[in-house]
């Protein structure tokens, strides 16, 4: 009772109330990243959360229902992580980007064979403004880089029909397909015109992208040419048609800012189309897995600190007890983001062994049964009953669903009995090689008697 001192027959073990044990991490047993990555994830503070980010990523992008919208703030292109961008739409982790326009800018210049530099912090900022060198924190954006990119720009945008009425993920289409005919190596918005992966900024006017434009559009005034028209609902309504047709939904924060809201405010703008135009509410449209990088704390109250149990309160996500899935990562994206995606990467190369700690590993995040055996004889019954309907069904993906099941279930029962699942196949292989069974086909067709 309240007020009274603790009961010491009472108290409770933490495995009676399924919590979950840490375990210390064991750099000797580290070989790859995913091995620390996982480790990490036992442990505590932003080592858990990076743990648990790679978790629901692998999550989502197991998921084929799942549309995955990757949001992106912050000077990451001129701070190197263009590739990983790469590397999320390459290996279908990503759907559609929401970005700011800097962000494509620096990556777009980088794609374009031009090169970022190191802050010497013996030049102070007056004379890096006169050597013609901008300073973004501890690295240095050449004018001449910008002025080399407006003239790529000026020639894209040109060769676009001025008749038409432009947006910003047509405009960034436009950008990648000239980078792919153009430039050898990889680059953001090379990959996702190759992927058919949409770019949406919706600040486009808030970027080098924007200015160029606005620029552009000066030069036709002045020679009496046409010039472009740019509407950002292009941008708002191509989104939320890709969105709202989506069975499950996923987002990627890098930062927050515009991106961020602008992607997320996806709920909230279908929610008022139905509501406020009497249409039937046919859909809930809420993203159901999320994963945050950003060390802004919560309290400053701006969004890019907001925790996705925040964004419940307006209908923007899944709660958790409805299925609901999210990680929040408070930390320098240049430092998480690299773990947890090569980590997922490696995830799709795992060798049997791996792949049986993974599933158990599953099993203890998720409080799913990992102790008792005959249960698990008894669900993986049950799995081979959905296996018989689905063939009776004559259904293909419902086999290959209860297949898989069946999979887990018999790597996850290995787990627990501390049985070698890669040594139990590669036994039954040999020893298969050498029998001879009543009633199989020999080589030249002879049924054995």
């Known amino acids: 009772m309240e007020g009274e001192t603790r009961d010491e027959s009472k108290l409770r073990d933490g495995f009676e109330d399924n919590l979950t044990p840490l375990e210390p991490l064991d750099l000797s047993k580290i070989n790859t990243i995913d091995d620390m990555v996982r480790a990490m994830s036992k442990?505590?503070?932003?080592?858990?959360?990076?743990?648990?980010?790679?978790?629901?990523?692998?999550?989502?992008?197991?998921?084929?229902?799942?549309?995955?919208?990757?949001?992106?703030?912050?000077?990451m292109t001129v701070a190197k992580m263009g590739l990983v961008i790469c590397d999320m739409i390459e290996n279908k982790m990503v759907d559609a980007i929401v970005s700011t326009g800097?962000?494509?800018?620096?990556?777009?210049?980088?794609?374009?064979?031009?090169?970022?530099?190191?802050?010497?912090?013996?030049?102070?900022?007056?004379?890096?403004?006169?050597?013609?060198?901008?300073?973004?924190?501890?690295?240095?954006?050449?004018?001449?880089?910008?002025?080399?990119a407006e003239l790529i720009i000026n020639k894209v945008l040109s060769d676009l029909d001025s008749d038409k009425t432009f947006s910003s993920w047509e405009i960034n289409k436009a950008l990648g397909k000239y980078l792919k005919e153009n430039y050898s190596g990889r680059g953001v918005l090379k990959s996702a015109f190759e992927h058919n992966i949409p770019i949406f900024i919706p600040a486009f006017t808030d970027s080098e992208f924007g200015l160029d434009f606005g620029l552009l559009n000066r030069k036709r005034k002045a020679a009496g040419l046409k010039e472009f028209k740019f509407n950002p609902f292009i941008d708002l309504e191509y989104f939320t048609e890709l969105i709202i047709k989506q069975n499950e939904l996923g987002i990627f924060i890098i930062g927050g800012g515009v991106p961020r809201n602008w992607a997320q405010q996806i709920g909230p703008y279908a929610d008022i189309i139905q509501k406020r135009m009497d249409l039937p509410k046919d859909k809930f449209v809420?993203?159901?897995?999320?994963?945050?990088i950003c060390p802004e704390p919560v309290q400053w109250g701006g969004?890019?600190?907001?925790?996705?149990?925040?964004?419940?309160?307006?209908g923007k996500f899944v709660p958790p007890e409805e299925g609901g899935r999210y990680a929040e990562v408070p930390c320098?994206?240049?430092?998480?983001?690299?773990?947890?995606?090569?980590?997922?990467?490696e995830r799709e190369k795992m060798e049997l062994k791996e792949l049986q700690k993974a599933i158990f590993q599953n099993k203890v995040n998720r409080r799913f049964n990992t102790t008792d055996i005959g249960k698990e004889i008894i669900l993986m019954t049950e799995e081979l009953g959905e296996l018989a309907k689905a063939y009776k069904k004559?259904?293909?993906?419902?086999?290959?669903?209860?297949?898989g099941d069946l999979m887990i279930y018999c790597l996850g029962l290995c787990e627990i009995l501390k049985i070698d699942s890669k040594e139990i196949l590669n036994k039954i292989v040999e020893n298969n090689t050498k029998r001879e069974h009543k009633g199989y086909m020999k080589k030249d067709g002879q049924k054995l008697e």
């Open 43 to 75: 442990t505590a503070f932003t080592g858990r959360t990076i743990g648990e980010a790679a978790d629901v990523l692998e999550e989502m992008r197991n998921n084929k229902e799942c549309f995955t919208v990757l949001t992106l703030s912050g000077a």
């Open 102 to 148: 800097a962000l494509m800018a620096h990556g777009f210049i980088e794609s374009a064979g031009m090169t970022h530099f190191k802050y010497d912090k013996k030049m102070d900022d007056k004379k890096l403004y006169y050597a013609g060198y901008d300073r973004v924190y501890d690295t240095l954006e050449l004018e001449k880089n910008l002025d080399n």
């Open 286 to 292: 809420r993203y159901k897995y999320g994963v945050k």
């Open 303 to 314: 969004l890019s600190g907001c925790p996705f149990s925040e964004g419940i309160s307006w």
């Open 332 to 345: 320098d994206a240049t430092v998480a983001w690299p773990l947890i995606v090569k980590a997922v990467l």
């Open 394 to 403: 004559e259904n293909k993906e419902e086999l290959i669903d209860a297949i």
